[in-house]
């Protein structure tokens, strides 16, 4: 497959799962786009007991109802779980790819997941929804394919990565290009792996993906383990605690590597190069229905972002619909305000079945 | 869908609108009109609505609305690009509502806009007698409730189109109990609860 980069990658393994069923006319078909650190298992409960990162939201009777829709989550190319990215062998040297993998984009990713709606045999997409980094998959479907897609839902999302958003990628990869194991990407052949670097890349992240409001209710300034100031360096506040497990668990699951590869991805995501403006990006996609989502306390994907798009959208004379929620819970809103986002995304989905008279199963 | 018997303002409204038009209605609150327009008149319609929970009710309402101030909402719209631009029983609360009405006559062909009337015989003689600051009939509001909203009157607006090189197409006035009042006859600013312009 080619790449942005003008770099080949070949042969390519994406995991992905579905649930519910397939109509007849393969007309309600909804793809779901993961964020940065998720993968293929968006619901239900996998073989050793994980519920799916999206099981809130995607189930029989929620907001994508499986007993409606046919559901297929994918695992992006330069991840870890189980698609093809830089800890997969290389088939040119038999060994991991580490730092010989491409440098792949979000539209590069977009392309590989075409391959898969074509192998599951579906022209048109019902809709493609995300969240964070999969809402730059979203919206890139609509600008690469539009032909392809009836409605897009991208949720705490950007149409290009910021500033201040390329900044925080950076220190998180920083953070593994210091670690001493992590020796050029690569540590695949032996046990010590860039843990500590990508663990402090991940609290980076989760710093970012709360708000001070958040952060005041969650963990206020409590001590974890202590009933008084040790006046030591030893984690003490709540605070920390949280910071250091969630580091900790990421680097169980998750390949320093890939962190790499993808933050990077989500750092080249600008939807309106090459193409002048972003309505100018957005030219052959007025016929798609858009549902935009911010949420107030968001502040890595601030509101503005999504009037950006919206703004865009409306432009082209695109039918689009644009909330932003009032929430707390800052970025990772779009995970957690379950309720409002089912009410949202159920009335919207259901238009979109009236609009194009869709039989459902 | 439509919640019954709609307000009679609205139907005011809604009996100017042509089938198949395409129609923004700014302020759309729950969207009611919207939806009676669309399932009486086979509108392709669009809102703008601040609040929440409205914004909300417009999406189970299976209408499509954007969430932001009059501003936001209509800078993005191109030149002409609907046939009607509604604003009903908003004009009192905008912050800026010469701006907002000529760029309601720059993407639509025509605007319709309502509002109540605080030229009403009520409101005169509750100042006049009482020393109090009228509520007009039709949004009794006091002075201290939010949101704040700016009293006008009937003549206000006809004066300001004049002004404003706004012609007034066609007028439809409300009495209290929402009679209509016959356009024919005088003092419109007197009797009007609410008023209905369509201007270009």
């Known amino acids: 497959m080619p790449l942005d980069s003008g770099e080949t990658l070949g042969p390519i393994t994406l995991a992905y799962e579905t649930y519910g069923t397939l109509n007849a006319e393969r007309s309600n078909a909804i793809l779901i786009c993961h964020a940065l650190s998720g993968d293929a298992h968006a619901a239900g409960l996998s073989p050793d007991g994980k519920v799916g990162w999206w099981d809130d939201c995607i189930g029989p009777g929620k907001a994508f109802d499986t007993n409606k829709y046919f559901v297929v989550c994918s695992n992006v190319i330069g991840g870890c779980q189980g698609s093809t990215g830089p800890s997969s062998i290389n088939p040119r040297t038999g060994k991991p790819y580490a730092l010989g993998f491409p440098v792949i984009t979000i539209a590069d990713m977009v392309r590989a997941q075409r391959h898969l709606i074509d192998h599951l045999g579906i022209e048109k997409l019902l809709a493609v929804a995300g969240g964070s980094m999969g809402g730059m998959q979203v919206l890139q479907w609509t600008v690469s394919c539009p032909e392809r897609v009836r409605a897009a839902l991208p949720l705490a999302t950007t149409a290009r990565h910021s500033p201040m958003l390329i900044a925080f990628s950076e220190v998180g990869r920083q953070a593994i290009f210091a670690d001493p194991n992590w020796r050029g990407g690569n540590y695949y052949d032996d046990g010590a792996r860039p843990n500590t670097g990508l663990a402090l890349a991940r609290m980076i992240g989760h710093i970012t993906y709360l708000s001070e409001e958040s952060m005041h209710q969650k963990f206020g300034r409590r001590l974890q383990g202590r009933e008084n100031y040790g006046y030591d360096f030893c984690t003490e506040f709540a605070v920390e605690s949280y910071l250091h497990y969630k580091g900790n668990r990421f680097t169980e699951r998750f390949d320093a590597n890939s962190y790499l590869y993808i933050t990077k991805a989500m750092d080249y995501f600008d939807l309106a190069n090459g193409h002048g403006s972003l309505a100018q990006a957005f030219a052959r996609s007025a016929e798609i229905m858009y549902l935009v989502v911010s949420f107030t306390s968001d502040w890595l994907y601030p509101s503005y972002h999504s009037k950006e798009l919206v703004s865009a959208l409306t432009a082209v004379g695109a039918d689009v619909t644009y909330c932003n929620l009032q929430s707390t819970w800052g970025h990772d809103a779009f995970l957690l305000e379950v309720e409002t986002m089912t009410r949202l995304i159920a009335d919207f989905l259901e238009r979109v079945v009236a609009h194009h008279h869709i039989l459902l199963p | ?200």
């Open chain 2, 1 to 200: 869908m439509t919640q019954f018997p709609l307000r009679p303002d609205l139907l005011a409204i809604a009996e100017l609108v042509s089938p198949g038009e395409k129609v923004l209605d700014l302020g759309c609150g729950d969207g009611t009109l919207l939806r009676y327009l669309i399932d009486t008149r086979q509108i392709v319609g669009r809102g703008v609505e601040l609040d929440e929970a409205n914004v909300l009710a417009c999406v189970r309402k299976g209408l499509s609305v954007r969430q932001g101030n009059l501003d936001e909402g209509l800078r993005d719209y191109p030149d002409q690009s609907f046939d009607t631009v509604i604003l009903s029983q908003t004009l009192p609360y905008l912050d800026n509502p010469a701006f907002i009405i000529c760029e309601m006559l720059r993407v639509g062909q025509r605007a319709l806009i309502s509002f109540a009337n605080w030229g009403h015989w009520r409101c005169r003689l509750e100042l006049l007698l009482h020393g109090r600051m009228p509520q007009a009939p039709a949004l009794p509001q006091a002075w201290d409730a939010a949101p704040r909203a700016r009293p006008l009157t009937v003549r206000d607006f006809i004066e300001f189109c004049a002004r404003e090189h706004i012609t007034i197409t066609r007028s439809i006035y409300l009495g209290e109990a929402d009679r209509r009042l016959r356009a024919a006859r005088l003092g419109e600013n007197i009797r009007a609860a609410v008023a209905i312009f369509e201007v270009r």
